[in-house]
Every structure is written in C-alpha cells, then in structure tokens.
C-alpha cells in the first residue's frame, strides 16, 4: 500500500511571522483521517521570519526531532541546553516529563526553514533530554544516512521509538532502496526536489504512507532532499 498526503492537502496557516504547514492534525488544523501514522504524530513545514520565533512553551511524553532545511535556529531549554542549528544537523529533545524550550530565527536577514517532527514515545514520564549531531552533505548524499534510531548507532540521535530515520540527498537520477519487514510501516517526508517511491510520484512537501511493501525504493526525479522513517507496527 502507498498513499500520497499531497503537500496542497495539508493544514496551512501563515500568521505573518511564521508560515506553516500541517501534514497531520495539530493546534487548530484537525482532520480525523489524519491524526499520525504508525508512531509517527506530528511534520509540520515550518518558515519563521528573521528575527522572530517561538516563545517559551512546554511540552511532555512526546520525542521532538528538528530537521533545518534553510538559516539557522536557536535553542534554549529548561535543562539549560543552548544550541543554534544548522542544515545537516538533527536535533532530538525528549519532553518525557516535562520540559519548557523557545525556538527563534537566529538570522536578522532571512527566513529560517524547517521540518518539526513529533514521534510518540515507547513509555511516558521519561527524563528530559537534548541530543544535537550533524551529518555531512557527503554522509547523506545519495545514499540513507541513519541520523535518528533507538540506540543511537552510527552516530545517530537516539530516539525514545522503535523508529528508524533517514536522510538522503539525491541528484536526478539517483536511487536509495530500504528494506522492511512485512509488519513494519514506512514514511517519506520530501523536503525539496521530486521523487518517485516504487513508482509512485511525490513532490516537495509531499508525504508518502507506505505498508506492506517489502523493498522501498526511492529515485529522484530532480534533485531532492527526503526523510525516511522506518515505523513500528501499530498497536
């Protein structure tokens, strides 16, 4: 099975200083068909003005994770992590128990892009942590770099899930093949560019719901950024 959540589907709101879309429900977009996908929970596509950002908020029980496509982000928390972000590096945050962060555009001079990912955790109430690593343009280029897993290999960040994540970048022409095991699900998430996914055609913005399929194979159409999250079954 793949679907196609094409990106002029999602919830969009531009609120001036933040332009932003919802692949899946979240704050005041709502549509029941779409609430998650395996532990998948929230992607939202995010620009944030210069100068500008998110206050401080709390979350809790949710692993965040913070693709940069674009400018810079910068970070401070409640456990007094203060970091800026960058293209190429993933930062994952375990709200666990409770945590507080803020989040701004650390450029005066450009918007700043990202992707913001939700994944359920596998137990409530962990303890609350950050963990920030970089990936090289010639670790992800065509080929699916790890950068996210539940125990951390390869360098990876660690994620409280039974969820693998990849990055690829992938000139036109390119492919990139994962294999699955018949009762796990996958999801790509296309970050720039177009790309085919077992045939199937999808575009920026674009994400593709897949089960049942065996071998993934992911080829670009024109040069394409993608995440690829390797899901755990649904209880």
């Known amino acids: 099975m793949i679907h196609v959540r094409k990106s002029a589907e999602r919830g969009h709101f531009n609120f001036g200083w933040l332009d932003t879309y919802h692949t899946f429900s979240f704050g ?14 929230v992607i939202n596509e995010d620009s944030v003005a210069a100068g500008h950002g998110f206050p401080t908020h709390p979350h809790r029980d949710m692993e965040i994770i913070t693709y940069i496509l674009e400018g810079a982000l910068e970070h401070k928390d409640s456990l007094g992590t203060g970091s800026i972000i960058r293209p190429g590096e993933v930062q994952r945050m375990t709200a666990g128990s409770g945590i507080t962060h803020s989040e701004a555009n650390a450029l005066k001079d450009q918007a700043t892009k990202l992707l913001q990912i939700w994944i359920l955790p596998q137990a409530r109430n962990l303890k609350p942590s950050y963990e920030q690593t970089a990936f090289s343009t010639e670790d992800r280029q065509g080929k699916l770099r790890l950068v996210g897993s539940p125990d951390g290999r390869d360098g990876s960040v660690t994620i409280h899930q039974d969820v693998n994540l990849y990055a690829s970048l992938l000139k036109a022409g390119e492919s990139v093949s994962l294999d699955t095991k018949p009762e796990r699900f996958a999801w790509l998430q296309v970050a720039r560019g177009k790309v085919t996914l077992n045939g199937q055609e999808a575009g920026q913005g674009d ?3 897949v089960a049942k399929e065996g071998k993934i194979t992911v080829t670009s159409v024109a ?4 995440l690829l999250f ?5 209880n």
């Open 28 to 41: 005041e977009y709502h549509d029941p068909q779409f609430m998650g996908f395996s532990a998948l929970r």
């Open 230 to 234: 390797d899901l755990p079954p649904v």
């Open 223 to 226: 040069d394409a950024e993608v």
């Open 207 to 209: 994400g593709v719901a």
